[in-house]
C-alpha cells in the first residue's frame, strides 16, 4: 500500500503569509495526486488535481507541484477565507490514501 | 448541475446494519467511478470503497473488507454502501464522490462530493 505523509500537520499563519505543504508518497505515483480544502462541517473541495492542475473556479494564489514521490501545495498569499484543513489524496492505485491533514489556523 | 445527495444514516447498534445510498444528478453516471469517504468526528478523510462504471471493480479498504458492500444502479442513477457487522469505529460522516477513470486503477482526483450523511454506531 502508498502511505502519504502530509507535514505539517498544522501551522498558524497570518494573513499574506505565504504557505507550503508537503505530501511524501512511499512509492512513485506520478502526478496522480489531487489537494482538498475542507472547512468544519463540510465536503473537502477540490482545489488542485493531476498534481499541478488549478480546479477552475479556485484562485490563482493557490498551486500544486511535484511528481512522483514529493508533492507541494503552495498558498502564495494567505487569505481570511484559506483558514481550513487541507488533505493530499492520491488515486495512482489502490487502496486510496489521503495525508493526515494540516490544520491552517490565524496565528 | 452535478449533484450527489447521500441519504440512509442514522445511530446504530453494535453488530447492525445500514444501507447509505447516494442519489446522482447532472451527469452521465454510468462514465464515472464512484468512491465512498468516510469521517471519523475530528480526524481525517479515509477512503472507503470505491467501483467502476461497470461495476466490473470494486476495491475495499482493509477496515470494512467483508462488512461492506458497494453497488450501483446505473438506470437509477444511484449508488449503495450496504454495512454490516458495524462496529463503533465505523462512525463516521460518510461522503460519496465522482472520479474520472483513467485505468483499472488509476483515477483523476475525485471532483464532485456529497454533503455526507452521519453514521454512529452506539449501544
Known amino acids: 500500500d502508498i502511505q502519504m505523509t502530509q507535514s505539517p500537520s498544522s501551522l498558524s499563519a497570518s494573513v499574506g503569509d505565504r504557505v507550503t505543504i508537503t505530501c511524501r508518497a512511499t512509492?512513485?505515483?506520478?502526478?496522480?495526486l489531487g489537494w482538498y480544502q475542507q472547512k468544519p462541517g463540510k465536503a473537502p473541495k477540490r482545489l488542485i488535481y493531476a498534481a499541478s492542475s488549478l480546479q477552475g473556479g479556485v484562485p490563482s494564489r493557490f498551486s500544486g507541484s511535484g511528481s512522483g514521490t514529493e508533492f507541494t501545495l503552495t498558498i502564495s498569499s494567505l487569505q481570511p477565507e484559506d483558514f481550513a484543513t487541507y488533505y493530499c489524496?492520491?488515486?495512482?492505485?489502490?487502496?486510496?490514501?489521503f495525508g493526515q491533514g494540516t490544520k491552517v489556523e490565524i496565528k | 448541475e452535478v449533484q450527489l445527495v447521500e441519504s440512509g444514516g442514522g445511530l446504530v447498534k453494535p453488530g447492525g446494519s445500514l444501507r447509505l445510498s447516494c442519489a446522482a444528478s447532472?451527469?452521465?453516471?454510468?462514465?464515472?467511478?464512484m468512491i465512498w469517504v468516510r469521517q471519523a468526528p475530528g480526524k481525517g478523510l479515509e477512503w472507503v470503497s470505491s467501483?467502476?462504471?461497470?461495476?466490473?471493480?470494486?476495491y475495499y479498504a482493509d477496515s470494512v473488507k467483508g462488512r461492506f458492500t458497494i453497488s450501483r444502479d446505473n438506470a437509477k442513477n444511484s449508488l449503495s454502501l450496504q454495512m454490516n457487522s458495524l462496529r463503533a469505529e465505523d462512525t463516521a460522516v460518510y461522503y460519496c464522490?465522482?472520479?474520472?477513470?483513467?485505468?483499472?486503477?488509476?483515477?483523476?482526483?475525485?471532483?464532485?462530493w456529497g454533503q455526507g450523511t452521519l453514521v454512529t454506531v452506539s449501544s
Open positions: 512509492q512513485d505515483i506520478r502526478n496522480d
Open positions: 467501483i467502476d462504471g461497470g461495476s466490473s471493480y470494486i
Open positions: 464522490a465522482r472520479e474520472s477513470f483513467i485505468t483499472m486503477v488509476r483515477g483523476v482526483t475525485p471532483d464532485y
Open positions: 447532472g451527469f452521465i453516471f454510468s462514465n464515472y467511478n
Open positions: 489524496l492520491q488515486h495512482n492505485s489502490y487502496p486510496r490514501t
